[in-house]
């Protein structure tokens, strides 16, 4: 990885049903974003929240929200594709796909390199239980981890909810990620979102781009922003309000590990990568792989309640 400017955007939907219409004018809005935004900051690497050619809850049927989205790569992608061309940036945006048949939809992220190739397409492993299609949703969950070389090092990416889950992280470290970003749509709270993602940087000593949406979806459903830029000792270089816009900060390699604590004197010397108690995982890879629950109750939905994004 070579020091870099990263820049997570932070952009609401259009306001209405979702037409053809409306996922270009949410196409063209962060096209604008994205150019005002490396204008403003220089940004090497620009990341856009989840769903953001769409908003997250569609409010109609998965068969049309298939109709409106496209393969990935396809005509969602090429917009953005000559923009991080023109723009020499690597660029990771996400948007609903359209699988193999109709109907089946992912949630997915794409990662477009510095000559508009697009590098990796990563659908969304852990949809969340309102979006899932076994909980009566419209996402389809992917089923592989994407880790990408890139003109600015070596990028992972996860969606939102993955991020609640420490394994996916860890494999794309492993894998020699060296920045994870993080498109979302979160709706918890502020205190989740940001504990998520700086326990999941902390964890495996990685930059975690985290970019929430704003503004409200097709749906109704109102989200609150606080994107955020983190280092590999979890600290906060960056967070936006609600407002939309964006956030940058300089990620140097050189100086993410350098110290225990920021600012600190006293230099860091575990590594959480090559501390790893291998033989203990080993040991117990037959409890890692095994079905769980928690032993606490879970709360009933409200009828009147509306899925949340995540």
């Not at 949410?26 to 204008?39: G, K, P, T, W």
């Amino acid at each position: 990885m070579r020091p870099l400017t990263a820049a997570a955007i932070q952009i609401g939907p259009a306001r209405g049903s979702l037409t053809p219409q409306v996922v270009d004018a949410n196409i063209n809005r962060s096209l604008d974003m994205i150019r005002r935004c490396v204008a403003a900051t220089g940004a090497d690497l620009v990341v856009l929240p989840e769903s953001v050619t769409t908003g997250f809850t569609p409010d109609c049927s998965v068969e049309m929200l298939w109709d409106l989205v496209s393969e990935l790569p396809g005509t969602m992608t090429e917009p953005f594709q000559e923009l991080a061309r023109e723009l020499r940036i690597v660029l990771c945006f996400g948007t609903y796909e359209r699988g193999a048949e109709r109907g089946t939809v992912h949630n997915a992220s794409v990662l477009i390199n510095t000559n508009g190739e697009v590098l990796g397409v990563y659908r969304k492993t852990h949809p969340f239980t309102s979006e899932s299609v076994a909980g009566g949703g419209w996402v389809t969950p992917g089923d592989t981890v994407t880790v990408c070389d890139t003109a600015l090092g070596r990028i992972g990416m996860i969606i939102c909810f993955d991020g609640d889950y420490p394994e996916l992280s860890r494999i794309q470290a492993v894998q020699g990620a060296e920045i994870i970003c993080r498109p979302s749509a979160l709706l918890r709270s502020a205190d989740i979102w940001e504990l998520t993602s700086r326990a999941r940087a902390y964890d495996n000593h990685v930059f975690v781009i985290g970019a929430n949406a704003t503004g409200i979806d097709p749906a109704g459903v109102i989200y609150f922003g606080n994107s955020h830029i983190v280092t590999p000792n979890a600290t906060v270089l960056a967070k936006a309000a609600s407002h939309e816009g964006w956030v940058s900060a300089r990620l140097d390699p050189e100086t993410a590990l350098s110290s225990l604590t920021p600012g600190s004197n006293i230099r860091q010397g575990f590594d959480h990568l090559r501390d790893r108690n291998l033989d203990l995982i080993r040991r117990h890879r037959e409890d890692l792989e095994s079905p769980a629950k928690t032993s606490f109750p879970h709360g009933r939905p409200r009828p009147d309640h509306k899925p949340e994004g995540d």
